[in-house]
């Protein structure tokens, strides 16, 4: 048994964070059965010249900069979706999804609309993206205006993926406005939604920003945070009683600190939901031979630990800051993104 395959046994979901054909073939064979697509991925995939054909017939048909980088992302996970679909059929609609994410354009610090016009924006583009698909996730982030879109996709039968979420907070806004919208679905028979809690950032921040945490505590917030969601998730959809499994995406799952274990989350959050792992973390995670995992996401630390995390961060602030960084990494890989296709056009015609 490989690791990623101990890993999988116990009740994880392993999807990738990547579209790349390649690696999402690679990592189905690994077990994975999901993806995740972000513009900076789809432009890490341009730059390789690997879809320049694509490009140039994209631009052949008198697309845009815009519209070619959302026209070359739908077809990335199209294929994607085409090596997930056998899961999502096996599993009746439970897993094999692609997540798609919307026009990140949209928090941008001089987007012109108000929240309320965003959110429109969201609901239009959400429905426009998820027409005709499966086993697409609509990737919307914890936002003011993403957070208002939210009931009117569910009330829709959009498979939502609710991401950039740091704290509990943003994740109760999140699941009440998501519930909301589909008990207004005639059934609920086909409805999915997942809710992405990212981690490793949490530990970057408190490193920087709460220094006075003991080494037991310190590295530890984000874990302690993502599990006291899953199990807040875990009892209020088993109330609610779903045919399908609303699940946490535990993302953000590759080390920063080099001092710690490649698969330091992996291990942590191993036994439930949905593993959205970058390739390399995936990749480091095969290579440790002999690693066997067993079930540890309803594991806390002592109280002690957790008394210490709860007097010293605050995590509204918390929030606060990592949604301002997590919201211009979220805008400027799409402007990168177009002025690649932008640069592409000149080179392609050239």
Known sequence: MTPLESLIATGTKLWLDSIDPDLVIENRRFGATGATSNPIIVADLIKTGRFDGKLAELMQQGLDDHAVAWAVTDHLVREAQQVFLPVHEETAGNDGYVSFELDPLLEDASCPLTTAQRAEQYIALGKKWSAGHRNRMIKIPATPAGLASLTELAAAGVPLNVTLIFSERQYHAAREAVLAGARRLPNLL?????????????????????????????????????????????????????????????????????????????AALAGSDIQTNPPGTNAAVQKLAGRRYTPAVAELPPEAVLAEIDTHVDFARMEQVLMEEGLKKFADPQKALQQLIADKRKSLRG
Do not use: C, M
Not at 217 to 242: C, H, M, P
Not at 259 to 264: E, I, N, T
């Open 190 to 266: 086909k409805f999915k939604s997942v809710y992405s809690i990212f981690v490793s950032r949490i530990d970057v921040y408190t490193k920087q920003h709460v220094p006075q945490l003991s080494p037991a505590a310190q590295g530890q917030v984000g874990l302690v945070n993502v599990k006291r969601i899953w199990r807040d998730n875990e009892v209020f959809w088993r109330d609610v009683n779903l045919p399908l499994k609303q699940e946490i995406v535990f993302a953000s799952t590759g080390t920063k600190d080099p001092a710690d274990s490649p698969d330091k989350y992996v």
